[in-house]
């Protein structure tokens, strides 16, 4: 089974659900008489193969442990002992993570009994359903396992053998899992700090966190050194451009002429049918072999490679390698943002990468089957951001990573939603349509600790009406597969399940007018975020027509910039009047609403003010600035003190995930150290200058 990193979604674990049966209660001298295993394979009950073995204890068996699970001294005559079964239980759990109802006492009876064996004990990473239980519903009277197999409506066998047992454990956890998203547990490190601090305010070792478990996994060192270059760099800074193409009737011998004289070593091909496919070097060289001479007069669409395998000119290098490796191929098409094909990235552009098994991390989300497997592979985006950070990597280029695969994620996740919709009998979306994905992602500028904002714009149609009750449904299923994976809901609502945010082109332009036009508060904030928005799946000329017509409408509305900058104007600095950073009753500050709101904010006004078409925060004030507005300098010492926030933000989220607390913008000032705080308070208070200028017109 596929290693487990701390950032694993719980609905996307790989487990062996454990149960034994014993001579008695004390864990110190039990012996055990039965052992079941069943196993999880991304978070879901495999049925078959499973482990199960009655073993003879050495000892008689206490008639009142056989009437609980009537395995007596004639059953385990001729089993053999336990030492036995050690190579193929450790063969079947292999590193899997361990679940069981009550795991502590379990994983004492199998120490003593390793002891027994004169066989080494290695402490196991494990999860208690039983504490788990207490923590998604804290009221409940009972929580043995056939008491939560009846609140949970799980078949249970009275009998209560081992595998039967380790059968209703895998069952309850796998109903827990929705209600411990709830809670905001999402991960193991989540579950398991959750564990620990249930354990501790309960003083009870039997309630999951056993003292022999380990805390922490060592699966993020395989990626603590990455080539930074590809997470640098995108596909339009290396690719081969324009492209090179050949007539539909072209002949083998015409693609070597243009191979050689264009120096390239592939080429497109349209076919009758209008579809586009690729013609290499490779495929001239078949075809050379299969007819020999008279191969030189095969018709190129009769060799030619289809479906064509594409990538989006701005996504980062890493994406390519990633695909490339996958789908073990050497050329990828480049297309630009309306699908059309503008250039080729080949492994010869791609020679200087290296680490690339850690780079197709950023792929496995683009293929991933099911809910399951894309949030393992999302789940691995913390080991990337850690990489990064030790490679020194600007915190800004990070946020761009993430919020590429934050984009990219809700892509995936709606082509997932769109296939399950057509599984149960919904068909095919009912007209054009794109998801946008709005906010920080939209900016390039997300952490780690992303909810959702999205929305969807679809060609034509009313509230209710048949084309609106699908893409409802999409909404919904989109929503519910990204929460699933580790984005959570959005607490504002921003998610295309919500009428507001899911709209026929026409409303969606109607929309905009009026929030411009009434200028209520809740208005504001939503055009805000709409400014950030990129379309990410679908007609993607629909989606951007949207983002350019909101610009149309706020750069024609002075009132509207004026409330705009006012409100930008109600953010400062948490800076105290002693000149200290402000800190709540957890010593933490808010980074995020003290430090890149006004920043953000205060751009995003200004774009709009002077029509600057672009989405970073960055971009907008460096572009600001080229139209001969406001002090470059300044501009510069904000666009650092961005830099600087983002990376304290990054640096506190990767310790956050670790330690399984729940991620967000708030940073602890004293883990930055004493020169650390320094620069960050100067920081913040760059950071206000922006506000400042937006205010006092400087810019």
Same mark, same amino acid.
């Given at each position: 089974?596929?290693?487990?990193?701390?950032?694993?979604?719980?609905?996307?674990?790989?487990?062996?659900?454990?149960?034994?049966?014993?001579?008695?209660?004390?864990?110190?001298?039990?012996?055990?008489?039965?052992?079941?295993?069943?196993?999880?394979?991304?978070?879901?009950?495999?049925?078959?193969?499973?482990?199960? $073995?009655?073993?003879?204890?050495?000892?008689?068996?206490?008639?009142?442990?056989?009437?609980?699970?009537?395995?007596?001294?004639?059953?385990?005559?001729?089993?053999?002992?336990?030492?036995?079964?050690?190579?193929?239980?450790?063969?079947?759990?292999?590193?899997?993570?361990?679940?069981?109802?009550?795991?502590?006492?379990?994983?004492?009876?199998?120490?003593?009994?390793?002891?027994?064996?004169?066989? !080494?004990?290695? @402490?196991?990473?494990?999860?208690?359903?039983?504490?788990?239980?207490?923590?998604?519903? @804290?009221?409940?009277?009972?929580?043995?396992?056939?008491?939560?197999?009846?609140?949970?409506?799980?078949?249970?066998?009275?009998?209560?053998? *081992?595998?039967?047992?380790?059968?209703?454990?895998?069952?309850?956890? =796998?109903?827990?899992?929705?209600?411990?998203?709830?809670?905001?547990?999402?991960?193991?490190?989540?579950?398991?700090?959750?564990? $620990?601090?249930?354990?501790?305010?309960?003083?009870?070792?039997?309630?999951?966190?056993?003292?022999?478990?380990?805390?922490?996994?060592?699966?993020?060192?395989?990626?603590?050194?990455?080539?930074?270059? @590809?997470?640098?760099?995108? %596909?339009?800074?290396?690719?081969?451009?324009?492209?090179?193409?050949?007539?539909?009737?072209?002949? %083998?011998?015409?693609?070597?002429?243009?191979?050689?004289?264009?120096? /390239?070593?592939?080429?497109?091909?349209?076919?009758?049918?209008?579809?586009?496919?690729?013609?290499?070097? $490779?495929?001239?060289?078949?075809?050379?072999?299969?007819?020999?001479?008279?191969?030189?007069?095969? $018709?190129?669409?009769?060799?030619?490679?289809?479906?064509?395998?594409?990538?989006?000119?701005?996504?980062?290098?890493?994406?390519?390698?990633?695909?490339?490796?996958?789908?073990?191929?050497?050329?990828? !098409?480049?297309?630009?943002?309306?699908?059309?094909?503008?250039?080729?990235?080949?492994?010869?552009?791609?020679?200087?990468?290296?680490?690339?098994?850690?780079?197709?991390?950023? &792929?496995?989300?683009?293929?991933?089957? &099911?809910?399951?497997?894309?949030?393992?592979?999302?789940?691995?985006?913390?080991?990337?951001?850690?990489? #990064?950070?030790?490679?020194?990597?600007?915190?800004?280029?990070?946020?761009? %990573?993430?919020?590429?695969?934050?984009?990219?994620?809700?892509?995936?996740?709606?082509?997932?939603? =769109?296939?399950?919709?057509?599984?149960?009998?919904?068909?095919?979306?009912?007209?054009?349509?794109?998801?946008?994905?709005?906010?920080?992602?939209?900016?390039?500028?997300?952490?780690? *600790?992303?909810?959702? &904002?999205?929305?969807?714009?679809?060609?034509?149609?009313?509230?209710?009406?048949?084309?609106?009750?699908?893409?409802? =449904?999409?909404?919904?299923?989109?929503?519910?597969?990204?929460?699933?994976?580790?984005?959570?809901?959005?607490?504002?609502? /921003?998610?295309?399940?919500?009428?507001?945010?899911?709209?026929?082109?026409?409303?969606?332009?109607?929309?905009?007018?009026?929030?411009?036009?009434?200028?209520?508060?809740?208005?504001?904030?939503?055009?805000?975020?709409?400014?950030?928005?990129?379309?990410?799946?679908?007609?993607?000329?629909?989606?951007?027509?949207?983002?350019?017509? !909101?610009?149309? %409408?706020?750069?024609?509305?002075?009132?509207?910039?004026?409330?705009?900058?006012? #409100?930008?104007?109600?953010?400062?600095?948490?800076?105290?009047?002693?000149?200290?950073?402000?800190?709540?009753?957890?010593?933490?500050?808010?980074?995020?609403?003290?430090?890149?709101?006004?920043?953000?904010?205060?751009?995003?006004?200004?774009?709009?003010?002077?029509?600057?078409?672009?989405?970073?925060?960055?971009?907008?004030?460096?572009?600001?600035?080229?139209?001969?507005?406001?002090?470059?300098?300044?501009?510069?010492?904000?666009?650092?003190?961005?830099?600087?926030?983002?990376?304290?933000?990054?640096?506190?989220?990767?310790?956050?995930?670790?330690?399984?607390?729940?991620?967000?913008?708030?940073?602890?000032?004293?883990? #930055?150290?004493?020169?650390?705080?320094?620069?960050?308070?100067?920081?913040?208070?760059?950071?206000?200058?922006?506000? &400042?200028?937006?205010?006092?017109?400087?810019?």
């Amino acid at each position: 089974m596929s290693a487990t990193n701390h950032s694993t979604p719980l609905v996307g674990l790989d487990a062996a659900v454990l149960d034994t049966e014993t001579t008695g209660l004390d864990s110190t001298t039990a012996r055990i008489v039965q052992i079941g295993v069943m196993r999880l394979v991304k978070g879901s009950l495999e049925a078959e193969p499973k482990f199960e $073995r009655i073993v003879d204890p050495g000892i008689p068996i206490p008639p009142e442990a056989s009437a609980i699970h009537a395995i007596t001294d004639a059953k385990v005559k001729g089993a053999p002992p336990f030492g036995a079964v050690i190579a193929d239980l450790e063969s079947y759990i292999g590193s899997s993570i361990l679940i069981g109802h009550n795991i502590a006492y379990d994983l004492a009876v199998l120490r003593a009994e390793y002891e027994r064996a004169g066989r !080494a004990w290695r @402490p196991k990473r494990a999860l208690d359903v039983r504490g788990l239980a207490r923590l998604a519903a @804290p009221t409940l009277a009972h929580y043995g396992l056939k008491q939560l197999c009846e609140w949970l409506d799980i078949k249970c066998d009275p009998q209560g053998a *081992a595998p039967s047992d380790a059968m209703s454990t895998a069952r309850i956890f =796998e109903a827990l899992l929705p209600m411990l998203r709830a809670k905001n547990i999402r991960t193991l490190a989540e579950a398991e700090a959750a564990l $620990r601090t249930l354990n501790e305010a309960q003083a009870d070792q039997s309630l999951g966190w056993h003292q022999g478990l380990t805390p922490a996994s060592d699966q993020g060192r395989s990626l603590a050194r990455i080539d930074s270059y @590809p997470y640098r760099h995108r %596909v339009r800074d290396v690719m081969s451009a324009p492209p090179v193409t050949a007539p539909a009737d072209a002949t %083998v011998r015409d693609a070597i002429r243009i191979l050689l004289e264009r120096k /390239v070593s592939s080429l497109y091909v349209t076919d009758d049918a209008g579809q586009t496919g690729i013609v290499t070097e $490779r495929d001239v060289l078949r075809a050379l072999d299969a007819g020999q001479e008279q191969g030189l007069f095969t $018709r190129l669409v009769e060799v030619m490679s289809k479906p064509l395998h594409t990538i989006y000119e701005g996504a980062f290098l890493y994406r390519a390698i990633g695909r490339i490796e996958r789908l073990g191929i050497r050329h990828l !098409a480049v297309r630009d943002g309306s699908g059309a094909i503008i250039g080729a990235v080949t492994t010869r552009n791609l020679l200087r990468q290296r680490a690339t098994t850690a780079i197709m991390l950023g &792929d496995e989300i683009d293929s991933a089957p &099911d809910t399951a497997t894309l949030g393992r592979a999302w789940a691995k985006l913390a080991l990337m951001t850690k990489g #990064l950070i030790e490679e020194d990597v600007d915190p800004r280029t990070i946020a761009a %990573v993430i919020s590429s695969e934050i984009c990219v994620l809700t892509r995936r996740a709606t082509q997932l939603a =769109e296939a399950s919709m057509a599984a149960d009998g919904w068909g095919g979306a009912p007209c054009r349509f794109a998801v946008l994905v709005l906010g920080s992602a939209g900016r390039g500028e997300s952490l780690l *600790a992303a909810d959702q &904002d999205n929305a969807i714009v679809y060609d034509k149609g009313e509230p209710g009406g048949a084309e609106d009750l699908w893409f409802e =449904e999409l909404g919904k299923r989109l929503a519910d597969i990204l929460d699933a994976v580790g984005v959570p809901y959005c607490k504002g609502g /921003v998610m295309a399940k919500n009428a507001q945010w899911r709209m026929s082109h026409a409303r969606w332009k109607d929309t905009i007018a009026g929030w411009v036009r009434r200028q209520r508060p809740e208005d504001l904030l939503n055009v805000d975020i709409f400014f950030d928005g990129v379309p990410v799946y679908g007609d993607f000329v629909l989606g951007e027509s949207i983002w350019l017509h !909101a610009y149309d %409408v706020g750069h024609r509305a002075p009132d509207f910039q004026k409330l705009l900058s006012e #409100l930008a104007r109600q953010w400062h600095a948490p800076i105290t009047l002693f000149g200290g950073i402000k800190v709540d009753d957890s010593g933490r500050v808010d980074l995020k609403k003290g430090g890149l709101m006004p920043m953000f904010t205060g751009a995003r006004v200004l774009s709009i003010r002077h029509d600057v078409r672009t989405r970073s925060t960055p971009d907008r004030l460096r572009a600001v600035v080229a139209k001969g507005i406001g002090s470059a300098a300044e501009v510069e010492q904000a666009i650092e003190a961005h830099k600087l926030i983002l990376g304290a933000m990054l640096g506190q989220q990767l310790a956050d995930t670790e330690q399984g607390i729940p991620l967000s913008p708030r940073v602890d000032p004293e883990r #930055l150290g004493k020169s650390g705080k320094a620069d960050l308070k100067q920081a913040l208070q760059r950071a206000e200058t922006v506000v &400042d200028m937006v205010g006092e017109g400087r810019l």
